[in-house]
């Protein structure tokens, strides 16, 4: 089962907005092609005493599906991305205080998860909560004739032999988490991770394009 | 998580501001703020901006079994979501006195005013008709979120398109929207409500009320009402008395809002139709302010591949050989199937394995005769745990080897021990 | 040492950016050596011996002669050691009050913390007043506790306050503009309208003028300066002096 390495994998357009609505800490939206999410972050607030670590911020995250009411595919991308989000905040500097992490799809066309992890980054930057390093996601899909495509739309997700999502560090690209369905081989998965760790570097200096653009005003 | 507590300071400013008639943000009584509609790529979705309060609706439609006492009729399902992201004082599933109210109010005034033809949504009577689903999502909460919940309903229902249906006899075929056009659902009028927030036991009103003001107000009124001028609901909350003038005119009002509202509505459904037609991208994506410095776009771009196919290999290579696994069920007898080998036992209380446990524990023995002494206190100690209880696997052995297990199982004791201990 | 720091200053920066301690390749033995050291204010972290890790995104600035942190333009308040702040009183138990002042967990104020109060003798306090203190204990494993009095025991202008006044919110970068010592937008809106303001550092702002329109006129210009650049605040307070008042 080779995979034969395609030299141009390319990924959709994206934009992102920060600070859009006014109630919470931080907010950011993040499209990718036509996938789009929302993503909200109050924190460091007040925590129920049933919820509190006594060294640790308690990490709440909270995925809100478009139609009906969350179900377990939420649930189990909640954990994804809260695990991603723990390792990369720093909780022990508010202990005893909860960050909320609200993420509410607007519209999924493919690498669900891959855009909720992105806005999480980025609305976690908006309310500057303090972080040891930035995290990205990446989707790589393998379709039938065994061609690796990152980003994919649904349509190429529905026709897809795999689909891998990985959450890479902005320090030196390692992996944070990985979450996959499907079939695939051992060398197809590190063909899969070495594109990932490529891509997100394109997604990492858009974080610091938007970043810097958003600092450009003087104050 | 607590919301902010309104102070006495604030409370009192606010009233004193209402009665020389001067709101906070500059506006006039009956002023509503600036309202903001646009749409997603797919139909039925819409957003509503009512200065800083943020909602979006979805519709969406299924084929299901009618209800039994109205087999002609298709299904209505109204849903508010107050979702945690609009105000750190909303929590996740809990039902909480203003969500069922809005839900409530919301039910009222679009299935109870009967603004949509439930009859056309019936594809074969008695056997399948369209369940029209609207999710409305509370995303930033500064105030009214009524009126904007309402706005943004009756919009994406407006909006919506749903799969058109062809009937054969008894199958009943639904074409995708590439296949036939979608068909738009059949509207008689848009309902649309309008608050008004009374202070100071009734004397003075304002429309549209943010919310502060709504902290501090004393009750609420709210009409619905269509540009025809009929009221759909009317709905008045808090307990404050009112006077027959101050509710026709509150009526007359709200009569002269909703005919701006609706054309708000007509025209911004009117220019998202244009832009479809004129077969340009729409939605989220689109409607994002471009000219902002909190917002930037790329476009699609290319990942530069030339190493990483190498280094894929390298890591590859480098790595250990996986297990060997057996490749499918294997059939040892008609009937039986295998998944997995089975590992031989590595607990070391299997009888054949005696012979070899004591000679390796002998070995050990000696190398560790110095320890042996101290611990031997621990081990009797020890060996008072289950170890003792194990059952031993092979009854036929059991008479010949009962003295050398309780003996044996004594050292196997120790020696589980020691390997804890070496742990 | 930190030349790689002083490089970037003015620049922004992400967290997980990393500046390395440089040791000089040659150590003079003729020269006295003084230790370099660095102040770092928010938004820096040490890692580990030789590191510093930058955990908020935001610009780098530098203060003369060492110090250096990175602003960003934050909304949630951090209770931290000497800050005064402007909170509300929630709860009025015995002889603690639990003051709100936006932070993770509610501080707590001792009746005896005011200017002339005894066990006989205790200050007019009701719960939904506001009140200008001082965080005299706030670190993150502990309650955080406010005091009303300075270290000699006077009020110092803190204490109950806010008859006939509107409090509002904006972002703790312009209370940070604010409190600066030639503060531009401060001096702006003194030659505007004769007001009181005060500021907490905790993002609250209380103003009271003349009149209850000028009140509102005050706040408004206030939380809508807070995303312009000078020239742009200057205009829009040109336009309120001919326009409003």
Same mark, same amino acid.
Not at chain 1, 20 to 37: H, K
Not at chain 2, 170 to 181: A, G, I, K, L
Not at chain 3, 39 to 58: C, E, F, H, I, Q
Not at chain 3, 217 to 239: E, H, I
């Given at each position: 089962?080779?995979?034969?390495?395609?030299?141009?994998?390319?990924?959709?357009?994206?934009?992102?907005?920060?600070?859009?609505?006014?109630?919470?800490?931080?907010?950011?939206?993040?499209?990718?092609?036509?996938?789009?999410?929302?993503?909200?972050?109050?924190?460091?607030?007040?925590?129920?005493?049933?919820?509190?670590?006594?060294?640790?911020?308690?990490?709440?995250?909270?995925?809100?599906?478009?139609?009906?009411?969350?179900?377990?595919?939420?649930?189990?991308?909640?954990?994804?991305?809260?695990?991603?989000?723990?390792?990369?905040?720093?909780?022990?500097?508010?202990?005893?205080?909860?960050?909320?992490?609200?993420?509410?799809?607007?519209?999924?066309?493919?690498?669900?998860?891959?855009?909720?992890l992105n806005a999480a980054c980025m609305a976690l930057m908006d309310a500057g909560l303090p972080m040891n390093c930035l995290f990205?996601?990446?989707?790589?899909?393998?379709n039938a004739d065994s061609e690796i495509i990152t980003d994919p739309t649904a349509a190429q997700e529905k026709e897809s032999r795999?689909?891998?999502?990985?959450?890479?560090?902005?320090?030196?690209?390692?992996?944070?988490?990985?979450?996959?369905?499907?079939?695939?081989?051992?060398?197809?998965?590190?063909?899969?991770?070495?594109?990932?760790?490529?891509?997100?570097?394109?997604?990492?200096?858009?974080?610091?394009?938007?970043?810097?653009?958003?600092?450009?005003?003087?104050? | 998580?607590?919301?902010?507590?309104?102070?006495?300071?604030?409370?009192?400013?606010?009233?004193?501001?209402?009665?020389?008639?001067?709101?906070?943000?500059?506006?006039?009584?009956?002023?509503?703020?600036?309202?903001?509609?646009?749409?997603?790529?797919?139909?039925?979705?819409?957003?509503?901006?009512?200065?800083?309060?943020?909602?979006?609706?979805?519709?969406?439609?299924?084929?299901?079994?009618?209800?039994?006492?109205?087999?002609?009729?298709?299904?209505?399902?109204?849903?508010?979501?107050?979702?945690?992201?609009?105000?750190?004082?909303?929590?996740?599933?809990?039902?909480?006195?203003?969500?069922?109210?809005?839900?409530?109010?919301?039910?009222?005034?679009?299935?109870?005013?009967?603004?949509?033809?439930?009859?056309?949504?019936?594809?074969?009577?008695?056997?399948?008709?369209?369940?029209?689903?609207?999710?409305?999502?509370?995303?930033?909460?500064?105030?009214?979120?009524?009126? *904007?919940?309402?706005?943004?309903?009756?919009?994406?229902?407006?909006?919506?398109?749903?799969?058109?249906?062809?009937?054969?006899?008894?199958?009943?075929?639904?074409?995708?929207?590439?296949?036939?056009?979608?068909?738009?659902?059949?509207?008689?009028?848009?309902?649309?409500?309008?608050?008004?927030?009374?202070?100071?036991?009734?004397?003075?009103?304002?429309?549209?009320?943010?919310?502060?003001?709504?902290?501090?107000?004393?009750?609420?009124?709210?009409?619905?009402?269509?540009?025809?001028?009929?009221?759909?609901?009317?709905?008045?909350?808090?307990?404050?008395?009112?006077?027959?003038?101050?509710?026709?005119?509150?009526?007359?009002?709200?009569?002269?809002?909703?005919?701006?509202?609706?054309?708000?509505?007509?025209?911004?459904?009117?220019?998202?139709?244009?832009?479809?037609?004129?077969?340009?991208?729409?939605?989220?994506?689109?409607?994002?302010?471009?000219?902002?410095?909190?917002?930037?776009?790329?476009?699609?771009?290319?990942?530069?591949?030339?190493?990483?196919?190498?280094?894929?290999?390298?890591?590859?290579?480098?790595?250990?050989?996986?297990?060997?696994?057996?490749?499918?069920?294997?059939?040892?007898?008609?009937?039986?199937?295998?998944?997995?080998?089975?590992?031989?036992?590595?607990?070391?209380?299997?009888?054949?394995?005696?012979?070899?446990?004591?000679?390796?524990?002998?070995?050990?023995?000696?190398?560790?005769?110095?320890?042996?002494?101290?611990?031997?206190?621990?081990?009797?100690?020890?060996?008072?745990?289950?170890?003792?209880?194990?059952?031993?696997?092979?009854?036929?052995?059991?008479?010949?080897?009962?003295?050398?297990?309780?003996?044996?199982?004594?050292?196997?004791?120790?020696?589980?021990?020691?390997?804890?201990?070496?742990? | 040492?930190?030349?790689?720091?002083?490089?970037?200053?003015?620049?922004?920066?992400?967290?997980?950016?990393?500046?390395?301690?440089?040791?000089?390749?040659?150590?003079?033995?003729?020269?006295?050596?003084?230790?370099?050291?660095?102040?770092?204010?928010?938004?820096?972290?040490?890692?580990?011996?030789?590191?510093?890790?930058?955990?908020?995104?935001?610009?780098?600035?530098?203060?003369?002669?060492?110090?250096?942190?990175?602003?960003?333009?934050?909304?949630?308040?951090?209770?931290?050691?000497?800050?005064?702040?402007?909170?509300?009183?929630?709860?009025?138990?015995?002889?603690?009050?639990?003051?709100?002042?936006?932070?993770?967990?509610?501080?707590?104020?001792?009746?005896?913390?005011?200017?002339?109060?005894?066990?006989?003798?205790?200050?007019?306090?009701?719960?939904?007043?506001?009140?200008?203190?001082?965080?005299?204990?706030?670190?993150?494993?502990?309650?955080?506790?406010?005091?009303?009095?300075?270290?000699?025991?006077?009020?110092?202008?803190?204490?109950?306050?806010?008859?006939?006044?509107?409090?509002?919110?904006?972002?703790?970068?312009?209370?940070?503009?604010?409190?600066?010592?030639?503060?531009?937008?401060?001096?702006?809106?003194?030659?505007?309208?004769?007001?009181?303001?005060?500021?907490?550092?905790?993002?609250?702002?209380?103003?009271?003028?003349?009149?209850?329109?000028?009140?509102?006129?005050?706040?408004?210009?206030?939380?809508?300066?807070?995303?312009?650049?000078?020239?742009?605040?200057?205009?829009?307070?040109?336009?309120?002096?001919?326009? *409003?008042?």
């Open positions: 089962m080779e995979v034969c390495a395609r030299t141009n994998v390319t990924l959709r357009e994206f934009g992102c907005e920060q600070t859009l609505l006014s109630r919470p800490d931080g907010s950011a939206s993040f499209v990718q092609g036509d996938t789009s999410v929302m993503a909200a972050v109050y924190g460091p607030a007040e925590v129920k005493v049933s919820k509190e670590i006594y060294d640790r911020a308690t990490l709440e995250v909270l995925i809100q599906p478009k139609v009906g009411l969350p179900s377990v595919r939420e649930r189990s991308q909640e954990q994804c991305v809260r695990e991603t989000c723990e390792a990369s905040l720093l909780l022990t500097l508010h202990p005893r205080s909860s960050l909320t992490l609200i993420l509410q799809l607007i519209h999924d066309d493919g690498s669900r998860l891959s855009c909720f990205c996601g990446v989707t790589c899909a393998i795999a689909l891998m999502t990985f959450a890479i560090d902005s320090k030196e690209q390692r992996v944070m988490m990985s979450y996959t369905t499907g079939s695939f081989s051992v060398h197809e998965l590190q063909q899969c991770i070495a594109v990932s760790q490529k891509a997100s570097e394109n997604i990492f200096q858009f974080y610091r394009d938007s970043v810097r653009r958003r600092y450009s005003k003087n104050l | 998580m607590k919301d902010t507590p309104l102070s006495n300071c604030e409370r009192d400013f606010l009233l004193k501001a209402i009665e020389e008639k001067k709101r906070l943000d500059g506006r006039q009584t009956y002023d509503y703020r600036k309202m903001k509609i646009t749409f997603g790529t797919d139909y039925g979705c819409c957003f509503v901006d009512l200065g800083r309060t943020r909602v979006m609706a979805q519709v969406s439609g299924e084929l299901v079994a009618p209800k039994e006492n109205r087999p002609n009729e298709g299904i209505m399902f109204f849903n508010i979501e107050l979702s945690p992201m609009a105000s750190p004082a909303f929590e996740q599933g809990r039902q909480s006195e203003l969500s069922v109210k809005l839900n409530r109010q919301l039910e009222r005034c679009l299935r109870n005013s009967k603004c949509i033809d439930t009859e056309s949504l019936c594809v074969v009577s008695g056997v399948k008709v369209w369940q029209i689903r609207v999710d409305v999502h509370m995303l930033n909460h500064d105030g009214n979120l009524m009126d *904007a919940a309402s706005i943004a309903a009756i919009t994406a229902l407006c909006h919506f398109k749903r799969p058109d249906v062809g009937i054969q006899g008894d199958e009943v075929t639904v074409y995708s929207p590439e296949e036939r056009d979608p068909i738009p659902l059949s509207i008689y009028h848009m309902p649309i409500s309008v608050s008004f927030s009374f202070f100071q036991q009734g004397t003075y009103l304002l429309v549209d009320p943010c919310e502060r003001e709504e902290r501090v107000m004393d009750g609420l009124l709210m009409i619905a009402m269509n540009k025809h001028r009929e009221i759909c609901s009317i709905q008045s909350s808090g307990g404050i008395m009112l006077l027959k003038e101050q509710v026709m005119r509150c009526s007359k009002i709200a009569s002269v809002k909703v005919s701006e509202i609706t054309e708000l509505i007509s025209k911004a459904l009117e220019n998202d139709k244009r832009a479809r037609k004129a077969g340009g991208r729409c939605g989220f994506a689109e409607s994002m302010p471009q000219e902002r410095i909190t917002a930037l776009k790329t476009d699609e771009t290319s990942v530069e591949m030339t190493d990483a196919s190498e280094t894929a290999n390298d890591i590859v290579q480098k790595a250990e050989v996986p297990l060997q696994t057996v490749p499918s069920p294997v059939v040892p007898a008609p009937g039986v199937g295998q998944v997995g080998e089975g590992l031989q036992n590595t607990w070391g209380l299997e009888e054949e394995e005696d012979g070899d446990e004591e000679e390796e524990e002998q070995q050990m023995e000696e190398e560790q005769d110095e320890k042996e002494d101290s611990r031997e206190g621990d081990v009797v100690e020890i060996s008072d745990s289950e170890e003792e209880e194990v059952v031993i696997l092979h009854p036929e052995t059991q008479d010949k080897t009962s003295k050398k297990a309780a003996s044996s199982s004594n050292q196997k004791g120790a020696e589980t021990s020691k390997q804890r201990k070496k742990n | 040492m930190f030349s790689g720091l002083r490089e970037k200053v003015g620049q922004v920066l992400v967290p997980g950016d990393e500046f390395c301690l440089e040791i000089p390749e040659t150590l003079s033995l003729s020269e006295p050596m003084k230790p370099e050291k660095v102040l770092l204010g928010p938004g820096l972290k040490r890692k580990g011996d030789r590191k510093l890790l930058v955990v908020k995104s935001g610009v780098l600035r530098h203060k003369q002669p060492h110090v250096f942190w990175v602003e960003n333009q934050q909304r949630r308040y951090v209770p931290a050691r000497g800050e005064t702040v402007i909170g509300i009183i929630t709860v009025k138990s015995g002889d603690v009050f639990k003051v709100d002042v936006g932070g993770s967990e509610q501080a707590s104020l001792s009746y005896l913390a005011f200017e002339g109060a005894t066990k006989r003798n205790r200050p007019n306090v009701q719960v939904g007043d506001l009140v200008f203190a001082q965080f005299s204990v706030a670190n993150q494993h502990m309650e955080p506790e406010l005091v009303c009095v300075d270290s000699a025991g006077r009020a110092n202008g803190m204490g109950v306050f806010g008859a006939g006044g509107l409090l509002f919110s904006v972002s703790l970068g312009l209370i940070r503009r604010l409190l600066r010592p030639r503060s531009d937008v401060l001096s702006d809106l003194q030659k505007l309208l004769p007001c009181e303001l005060v500021v907490g550092m905790n993002g609250r702002l209380w103003a009271r003028a003349s009149s209850v329109q000028q009140t509102l006129v005050v706040s408004n210009l206030l939380q809508s300066c807070d995303t312009m650049s000078p020239p742009q605040r200057q205009q829009l307070f040109r336009r309120a002096a001919q326009g *409003a008042l």
